[in-house]
């Protein structure tokens, strides 16, 4: 009776380990997707005013692209560079798991307009991006590896190194 007890128990004990892994592989694997799909024209890219830049600060009344003033126009971004970026930031390797305590975003980019439009600001200093479509928010940690390649799209938007941030 007691092996058919302990039996039970490590069973059990089992079924739990493994569903439990499977919430953990579940909510981990949704951390490294891309949370709206980046599928509208134009593709606009903005630089935002971080707090870490070496740019001149905009004016007070400066547009915002949600809290964040923008620096000088907007820029519309080339159909090869655009899919290229979609590429990156629909790449699981584009992400980590590790967190960051800062969010002083250097660069915006906008895919569509109207009510499909998706934000994505972006922290090439603490590796975050936030991504925004109506009231959603929904952020991401920025790896290494996607962060050298981000900064390599800034450079072919802007003009730019992206050093300042």
């Given amino acids: 009776m007691a092996r058919r007890t302990t039996r039970t128990i490590l069973g059990a004990t089992l ?28 593709v606009i890219g903005r630089r935002i005013d971080s707090m870490a830049s070496n740019v001149p600060q905009p004016p007070d009344d400066a547009p915002k692209m949600y809290e964040w003033p923008v620096i000088g126009d907007a820029v519309m971004v080339a159909p090869d560079v655009a899919a290229e970026l979609r590429e990156i930031l629909s790449s699981p390797s584009t992400y980590t798991f590790q967190d960051s305590d800062c969010f002083e975003p250097g660069m915006a980019v906008s895919f569509g307009d109207g009510t499909n439009r998706v934000d994505v600001l972006i922290c090439l200093l603490c590796n975050k991006a936030i991504f925004y479509r ?32």
Wanted: aromatic share 14%; hydrophobic share 40%; charged share 20%.
């Fill in 15 to 42: 079924v739990f380990i493994a569903v439990l892994g499977g919430f953990a592989w579940h909510y981990l694997a949704q951390r490294r997707s891309l949370p709206f799909p980046l599928i509208g024209e134009p």
């Fill in 134 to 165: 109506g009231e959603r928010r929904v952020g991401r940690h920025i790896s290494e590896q996607g962060n050298k390649r981000l900064r390599s799209i800034y450079q072919r938007i802007f003009g730019a190194p992206a050093s300042q941030f």
